[in-house]
């Protein structure tokens, strides 16, 4: 399948943490996923045909320290990756400053964003105990869960 069949009302921009790639421990492998992942949407953009909406993807790279990220990926000197200092809401205050910048301007405020992630997280956790899910059961959810947990809370409370 060429990259032009691809649906146009979709979200075509892409947001990736490279923070996580970096072993912690001896012995532990680092994690080459997200790199993937970034280098498929860079290539979407870069080599989609011209009259593709994917030539138009934006894409955020997020690091946990300024400039790590070029340590390990030197080829990523195009991009000014946004540095989330491992602070969540730092890392939701850029995102959303993206959304902005990138055209979707009915955006909350960073403070709204912040406040709606907790309260989704907390009443996910009443629900799935509530359902008789352990609290490492609920936390090793199945992604295709956890997105419908998503899609449900938003359609309940926006």
């Given at each position: ?11 075509i ?54 400039y ?18 491992g ?37 996910l ?16 959810l ?16 926006f």
């Amino acid at each position: 399948m060429g990259t032009d069949n691809f649906d146009t009302n979709v979200f075509i921009n892409g947001i990736h943490d490279l923070s996580r790639c970096k072993s912690l421990k001896k012995g532990e492998y680092s994690r080459f996923n997200l790199p993937f992942e970034l280098a498929i949407d860079y290539s979407l953009r870069e080599f989609s045909n011209k009259n593709s909406n994917l030539k138009d993807k934006k894409i955020l790279i997020f690091e946990e320290e300024k400039y790590s990220v070029q340590k390990a990926l030197s080829d990523l000197a195009f991009s000014d990756a946004k540095c989330h200092k491992g602070e969540p809401e730092e890392l939701i205050y850029e995102v959303r400053s993206w959304f902005y910048q990138t055209g979707y301007i009915d955006v909350s405020s960073p403070s709204g964003l912040w406040d709606s992630y907790n309260i989704f997280y907390s009443d996910l956790y009443i629900k799935k105990q509530d359902e008789g899910f352990s609290m490492k059961a609920i936390e090793r959810l199945p992604v295709p869960e956890f997105l419908d947990e998503i899609r449900i809370w938003c359609s309940n409370n926006f």
